[in-house]
């Protein structure tokens, strides 16, 4: 269980009145009974005593840390109160981790107040930027958390091990390798639905044997906009697809080559902008090579290469009525 619970006490203003005035009594108590009969000041700290406050408990669910600079944790494990629609909305459950909304999705992930191009976001080691000039696309949008085997965040700047320019963090969705025996096939999938329209489903299927392996995920993720309070829509709605290959070759335990390649989109509606984004096509290449333990000197040779084209469209008239200022 990879999350940490941590139970602790709540004092509000209005606890900490009663039980400012409880000591005053008590104080009050204890002050008259050393005038008025010395012989009770004995029983005072008893009564003192008696006056245990429970507090109430307060539980916080956050994923741990594996050390100081690094928080690591799998993506596929549920977190509440749904299943994340983008990388942006599962980061929130790290902390330091807080996003600037966009709508019901894609929101832009900020880390200790830094985001942008100081927050390095890679997927299977790539990089995959958006291509809105007012992003409506950061990187993690592309991203189904549910679709990869493992998240690592890594604090401030100190690693160059992935590249320049990431003052804040660098994260990490990666997937793979597949680990087989022997022959067999391994599927795992899920189905959520929910209020306003929320419809999720996702499939990892794979096969293979000691040698190599085919892997197949996809997923699609849907809701429609809620409503406030007064019964008002507020622009809220997304779809978004994902569907990715991947084939591996695993000959000895320490080498590895995938090739992979996937495709991706969905459309958003915006409740703070005067657009909505009508397409968010991704397209991506890659091919990973990887061999460990090449001498006493020499751990580990990774060599990689990767393509990636987003197709982004903005418009008022997809998703929303033209010039319709109350953005419904
Ligand atoms: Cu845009």
């Known amino acids: 269980m990879p999350h940490l619970t941590i ?5 509000t ?3 900490l009145k009663n039980r400012f005035q409880r000591h005053v009594l008590t104080l009050s108590v204890a002050a008259a009974s050393s005038v008025v009969a010395q012989g009770v000041w004995a029983q005072a700290p008893a009564a003192h005593h008696e006056h245990h406050h429970a507090l109430n408990t307060m539980v916080v669910t956050a994923v741990p840390l594996s050390s100081p600079l690094t928080v690591e944790t799998d993506p596929r494990i549920p977190r509440q109160p749904a299943p994340a629609s983008d990388g942006a909305d599962y980061l929130q459950t790290i902390p330091g981790f807080s996003a600037i909304r966009n709508g019901g999705t894609n929101g832009d992930p900020v880390f200790r107040g830094m985001f942008g191009s100081r927050l390095r976001v890679l997927t299977n080691g790539s990089q995959m930027l958006g291509a809105c000039p007012a992003r409506m696309d950061a990187p993690t949008s592309y991203i189904s958390p549910e679709n990869y085997d493992s998240l690592t965040v890594t604090k401030g700047p100190q690693s160059v091990l992935w590249g ?3 003052s804040a963090a660098t994260v990490r969705f990666d997937r793979g390798p597949e680990e087989f025996d022997e022959a067999g096939v391994r599927v795992d999938g899920s189905v959520m639905l929910g209020t306003y329209g929320r419809f999720d489903r996702r499939i990892d299927a794979a096969l293979g044997n000691k040698d190599g392996y085919l892997r ?7 809701a429609n906009d809620y409503q406030d309070g007064d019964g008002n829509a507020v622009p809220s709605l997304w779809d978004k697809w994902n569907g990715d ?3 591996g070759w695993t000959p000895d335990n ?3 080559l995938e090739v992979t390649a996937g495709r991706g989109d969905g459309e958003a509606r915006y409740a703070g902008r005067g657009m909505d984004g009508s397409k968010f096509l991704r397209e991506t ?7 460990e333990n090449l001498g006493e000197h020499w751990k580990r040779l990774e060599m990689q290469a990767n393509y990636a084209y987003a197709d982004h469209i903005m418009d008022n008239f997809t998703l929303r009525s033209p010039g319709s200022m109350d953005m419904g």
């Open 164 to 166: 320049p320019g990431a």
């Open 245 to 247: 290959i991947a084939l």
């Open 254 to 256: 320490d080498t590895w």
């Open 13 to 15: 203003p209005a606890r």
């Open 285 to 291: 290449v890659g091919i990973r090579f990887q061999r």
């Open 7 to 11: 139970g602790h006490g709540v004092v």
């Open 216 to 222: 197949i995920t996809g997923n699609q993720s849907e």
